[in-house]
């Protein structure tokens, strides 16, 4: 059984609506109290003695985790466009921003956190939020709302800085910060699909091309982590595999196309399912007990926080390609479905026990940081929750509305 089984006429819109009403409200602020900005602080509730300063650079910054929040909110944007774009279609109510604009604000807010610049020291990182800018760029497009400028500039000052990165040093491949001692797969696979959506499809294959054939494991289906030089001169590899390294490639796959990307997108999805995921009890409906299903593997706190969301974003594209077959689109879907579903079924009440509770916060969720366990269990009342797993369910909860909505 799966949770579509046990719940066949779910609202995933709003649900999707949910999840962003409640990240927004429990982590989002403005950057300094600054007009025009927004930011997420990294976890909630905030010590209530620097509550105060929370959002602002006094606590942890984690460039990439709120490039993942820009791509949340472009995802809620796209579900108000196709309601209308109207006021009342906005995630949030009529008298709040859209969420179109929620992320451009989240923007500037990360130009100033991060020192007047889009740059940083880890490239992938920077891969995360030029893919954003750039589907936020398409939604600002069809919507006829400004920031595209903006959104071009973040492309200007981070293409180089992708050029730059990718050499033929170990054969080819991305290296994963400015340090150059590591290429792998969380740097390589998004620049790749970067390339591809911005017109470089030979850059995007070639990057591919040197994963296919430094860091694809034949025998697992699945791409491992990343590789270095070693002290010998031969190459060394990392052979972890990560939920979230099998999604920016699924996404380049399906981005270029062709027969061999498509048949190679194919076997990952497969792979996916034989190999990331975990056993979950699924209620069944009323009297009719409890089943065993499968979700997605999730992988705890910190940065490992958000690997199950990414993996799920690019499931529900390979969902709704008509070019993959009809049983992999299904196991595409039935994999986010049954994951969002899980993240949605172990939510509980946000009830902070110290601080203050901001207006907005109250009747809003808190999310399991592990799909397979519930919030109750992970996060019980009283304890600290990571930004990084909230964002994980609602990107995983998006895809699910994705994928219903194009049914």
């Not at 900005?37 to 010590?47: E, G, N, R, S, Y």
């Not at 969002?340 to 172990?346: L, M, R, S, Y």
């Amino acid at each position: 059984m799966t949770f579509a089984d046990a719940s066949p006429t779910v609202d995933w819109q709003e649900r999707a609506n949910v999840a962003a009403r409640s990240v927004t409200a429990l982590f989002g602020r403005k950057l300094f109290f600054l007009p025009g900005t927004h930011l997420a602080a990294v976890k909630w509730p905030a010590p209530a003695w620097r509550y105060g300063l929370k959002g602002t650079p006094l606590h942890p910054w984690h460039y990439w985790w709120q490039a993942h929040y820009v791509d949340c909110l472009v995802d809620a944007g796209r579900r108000e466009l196709g309601n209308g774009a109207a006021p009342a279609a906005r995630f949030d109510g009529p008298a709040q921003p859209s969420a179109g604009r929620l992320a451009s604000r989240l923007v500037t807010g990360m130009w100033l956190r991060n020192g007047f610049s889009f740059v940083n020291n880890y490239y992938d990182d920077m891969a995360w939020l030029a893919l954003a800018t750039h589907r936020l760029d398409e939604l600002a497009e069809e919507t006829c709302n400004p920031g595209r400028r903006r959104n071009a500039r973040v492309r200007t000052s981070l293409t180089p800085q992708f050029d730059e990165a990718c050499t033929g040093d170990l054969g080819g491949g991305a290296f994963w910060s400015k340090q150059r001692d590591f290429k792998n797969t969380p740097a390589t696979a998004p620049i790749a699909l970067f390339y591809a959506r911005t017109g470089n499809p030979a850059k995007a294959q070639s990057l591919l091309d040197w994963l296919d054939a430094t860091l694809f494991d034949p025998d697992q289906g699945l791409y491992l982590d990343g590789a270095r030089l070693g002290p010998e001169g031969t190459v060394v590899v990392d052979r972890a595999v990560y939920t979230y390294n099998q999604g920016p490639v699924l996404g380049a796959l399906l981005e270029l196309g062709g027969d061999r990307n498509l048949a190679r997108a194919a076997e990952l999805v497969d792979a996916v399912d034989r190999l990331l995921t975990v056993p979950v009890q699924v209620s069944a409906a009323k009297g009719a007990g409890d089943a065993e299903g499968r979700v997605l593997r999730c992988e705890g706190t910190g940065d490992g926080g958000l690997f199950t969301g990414i993996l799920s974003r690019y499931l529900a594209l390979a969902a709704a390609d008509a070019r993959l077959s009809v049983r992999t689109r299904a196991t595409a879907a039935r994999l986010v479905l049954d994951t969002a579903g899980a993240f949605w079924e172990g939510q509980r009440p946000a009830r902070p026990t110290g601080g203050p509770v901001h207006k907005g916060q109250h009747g809003r969720s808190v999310f399991p940081q592990h799909a397979s366990h519930p919030a109750d269990t992970s996060y019980p009342p009283g304890s600290v929750v990571e930004l990084s797993t909230q964002l994980q369910a609602w990107m995983a909860i998006e895809a699910a509305a994705s994928i219903a909505g194009a049914e």
